[in-house]
């Protein structure tokens, strides 16, 4: 569910020296400044002994203060400080965000605030230092170490760390593997040995309190260069006599999932009464006081600091009995660490006053400006609202698994169409896109999200996507901003495993594709509503009624049937994962007709119209027939955003499948067919906009490297904007094209690009297939459902009987 950040480079280089120079010693004994490891590590020591047993503390707060440094912290702490400045010479502030800079361990890191939404994560090795002499106050020069002091106060005297050398990321650490754990820091175990019940040794490890931990842990301190936190790579801390079982963001991805996939859903809305309450069974219900619902749900990641925390405080009525304060904090998964507590109040202004009391100490924010006009500031350090809006999630509102044979059992809808509406209907759809998103925690309402917070969502993607391609930083001021919108991605959605983004792929696929999907479900989850009550109402009619669109099964012997099977046939090419193919199959195929979309008599008005294939999961599919397709959110220079804000279709079922399917655990998926009008112009393209702006970013002289190829210049010009607004079509030619000689038409004048995937001449293309991009929803229909199910085999073009 996570993705290995890359190793972090901690070589810094060191200066360069003319080698017709010689080397010079200064009165200090040090080459240039410099001197061997060994020996500056010696003459680092006993020069801290000598400070250390001569200077007080509070000269040495002194020292600091005068010198312009930070004097804060315990004793042990500015002593470190104070001896490393006296020694090297005083720091400069953070380069990324001004901070003050520390000495932890072997690194120095900055303790201060990127933004409101993140920690600055600078550290490094080699801090950048004043070059001034140091200034040191009365009662140091009449002290006994004066002189030894003195010694280091000319900027030109000073020692210099030798960046050069590379610290081992285990130095003080002794880890068994199997040896004996007498002295041991860790032992290091694989998930085969926890499953097994685990080995004598792993016993003996736990006895003695010696952490054991996950292979990856040595994996990933080896890649960083530096030793990871134990405590996130625990491998037993559910088997050890203290423990309280292991929290998710420490299971293994896998594990967590089916964790995660099963657990009842907490808080479905803003009208839920938590479900640890347990007050829901006595009749509780959510206060409601003159329009405000007294229910809050909030958020907080900081991966500088380690932070990624839920909060939940709602006021609960139960019938019969006094007002209800319940409070937690915590990490989804990790109940038995949680801050929790549930509180009875006589007098309900009290109670309001000690809930809007906690929501200004969570965020720092006042509770009615939030609650009645949406006015809220980001605090450093402080949890920002998660905004439910007034429903029900789908993972709690709609079908469970014993409910599904029962539901269509009493649906009067043709049978065919019954068991479309029952998968459309099911939680289990929703709930295996939000796991595979890693945006599925239990204890938020993922899929029952406000309008303000979605447009919220939203705001904040178009501004990360806007920040990176303009930035000019690099080095630890660009990761620096990649690390703050993470955080704020990961703060509105809220991940068990969040992580820093690092290329526009992972913004395409963890930001752009998973907005997209959660605006969806949460549609989806309005409509469907809440279906957890008795099933003899056949709520399938209703909601099919509700959803504003004719759907019926095609006869498999009918044309319409004939032509689609044989489109499928010609255009597919199988899907590779490692070594395994996977072909499709067919189950059924559905004429539609949305309300949502212009009829196939408005669209035939229209110019240029072809057939072509749209690409969906089936958790977007009920939000498409309902409201009809809408632009991608964003442009980016990856597949699916390579034209902007628009939608993209294809000629090829091969690329469409890339997105329907989705696993080989879960094989069945819907492909969706489209009339599109591609308007009275149409721009014919090889490289889509968002490529041939990165290719230019990354070429200075473009015009040099462009001569050769003069009809992409005025391509150049123009960027995905532009089309958005004249709202043309535009065709991306790619590395393979279907035989035009094979395409027909359909109903007259809709061009059906039918015909075998052969090698184009547009060989260098970065798209794979021809793919079709329009800017404006009125110009696509969404015509028929195709349910297929993917398969490691070759291609079955059959129906299935």
Request: charged residues 30%.
């Amino acid at each position: 569910m996570t993705r290995k950040q890359k190793a972090e480079n901690r070589t810094e280089e060191a200066p360069v020296q003319s080698p017709k120079k010689a080397k010079q010693e200064n009165d200090n004994g040090h080459s240039n400044g410099k001197s061997s490891g060994k020996d500056m590590a010696a003459e680092f020591q006993e020069f801290c002994k000598a400070t250390g047993d001569q200077l007080s503390v509070e000269q040495m707060r002194e020292i600091l203060e005068v010198n312009g440094q930070d004097s804060s912290g315990s004793d042990t702490s500015v002593s470190y400080k104070c001896q490393d400045m006296l020694f090297y010479g005083p720091l400069e502030r953070c380069p990324v965000c001004n901070g003050n800079l520390e000495l932890n361990g072997k690194r120095y890191t900055c303790k201060g605030m990127y933004s409101e939404w993140s920690t600055c994560t600078f550290k490094t090795k080699n801090p950048p230092r004043k070059d001034e002499p140091l200034k040191l106050p009365d009662s140091v020069l009449n002290s006994t170490v004066s002189d030894l002091i003195k010694k280091y106060q000319d900027p030109g005297r000073r020692p210099r760390k030798d960046s050069g050398v590379t610290d081992k990321p285990f130095t003080g650490m002794m880890i068994s593997l199997m040896g004996r754990l007498s002295r041991a820091t860790c032992l290091v175990a694989s998930p085969a040995e926890r499953e097994r019940g685990g080995s004598s040794k792993l016993v003996e490890a736990m006895e003695r309190g010696v952490r054991v931990v996950r292979e990856a842990w040595l994996v990933n301190s080896i890649e960083k260069q530096e030793a990871q936190p134990l405590e996130a790579y625990d491998l037993v801390a559910d088997l050890a006599p203290a423990g309280k079982g292991i929290p998710w963001d420490k299971m293994d991805p896998s594990e967590e999932a089916l964790e995660s996939i099963a657990a009842d859903l907490k808080l479905y809305g803003k009208r839920c009464v938590y479900k640890d309450t347990n007050l829901q069974e006595q009749g509780g219900e959510i206060l409601e006081k003159d329009g405000i619902l007294y229910n809050c749900a909030f958020s907080l990641c900081d991966q500088g600091r380690g932070l990624n925390e839920y909060c939940i405080i709602q006021l609960v009525t139960v019938p019969e009995s006094n007002l209800n304060l319940y409070y937690k904090k915590g990490k989804v998964g990790d109940d038995a660490n949680a801050e929790e507590r549930l509180e009875e109040w006589m007098d309900v202004n009290d109670a309001i006053k000690e809930f809007t009391r906690l929501f200004e100490e969570i965020t720092g924010n006042e509770f009615e400006p939030w609650e009645r006009e949406k006015k809220f500031q980001k605090k450093p350090l402080k949890f920002y609202p998660i905004d439910m809006d007034d429903g029900v999630d789908v993972r709690h509102g709609g079908l469970a698994l014993r409910q599904l044979g029962v539901t269509a059992t009493h649906c009067k809808l043709e049978p065919l169409v019954a068991n479309f509406m029952k998968v459309l209907c099911s939680q289990e759809i929703y709930r295996y896109a939000l796991m595979e998103m890693g945006l599925d925690p239990p204890d938020l309402p993922m899929g029952m999200l406000s309008n303000v917070h979605l447009k919220t969502c939203e705001e904040i993607l178009l501004q990360f996507i806007e920040a990176v391609k303009s930035a000019k930083e690099t080095g630890h001021k660009a990761e620096a901003v990649w690390t703050d919108y993470s955080n704020r991605w990961f703060t509105l959605l809220h991940s068990t495993r969040p992580f820093i983004f690092r290329d526009y792929q992972e913004l395409a696929d963890h930001t752009a594709a998973s907005f997209e999907t959660i605006r969806d479900i949460t549609v989806a989850s309005h409509l469907i509503g809440d279906m957890s009550d008795s099933t003899i109402d056949d709520p399938l009619s209703d909601r099919y009624n509700k959803l504003g669109c004719s759907i019926s099964a095609l006869e498999k012997d009918s044309e319409d049937y004939k032509m689609i099977l044989n489109y499928l046939e010609r255009t597919y090419d199988p899907i590779k994962l490692g070594d395994i193919e996977y072909g499709v199959s067919v189950d059924n195929i559905f004429a539609v007709e949305s309300s949502a979309c212009p009829s196939l008599d408005e669209i035939s008005k229209l110019p240029n119209k072809v057939l072509l294939w749209c690409g969906t999961q089936t958790s977007n599919l009920l939000r498409h027939l309902h409201k009809g397709f809408l632009p991608a959110v964003c442009s980016l220079p990856v597949p699916g955003y390579m034209f902007g804000k628009a939608i993209v279709c294809s000629d090829a079922v091969a690329e469409a499948a890339r997105y329907g399917f989705t696993a080989i655990d879960k094989p069945e998926g819907f492909l969706v067919l489209a009339v599109v009008s591609l308007g009275d112009e149409v721009n014919e393209i090889k490289n889509p906009p968002e490529v041939m702006l990165m290719e230019l970013k990354r070429h200075a002289l473009f015009t040099v490297l462009y001569r050769r190829n003069p009809e992409n210049v005025q391509l150049l010009r123009q960027d995905t904007k532009s089309l958005e607004e004249k709202k043309v079509g535009v065709k991306g030619l790619g590395r393979k094209k279907t035989d035009e000689s094979e395409h027909f038409f359909w109903k007259e004048d809709i061009k059906v690009p039918c015909g075998r995937l052969i090698a184009s001449e547009h060989k260098d293309s970065p798209l794979e297939y021809n793919e079709y991009a329009v800017y404006d929803p009125k110009q696509t229909s969404i015509r028929f459902l195709v349910g297929v199910k993917f398969e490691e085999k070759g291609v079955v073009m059959e129906a299935e009987e």
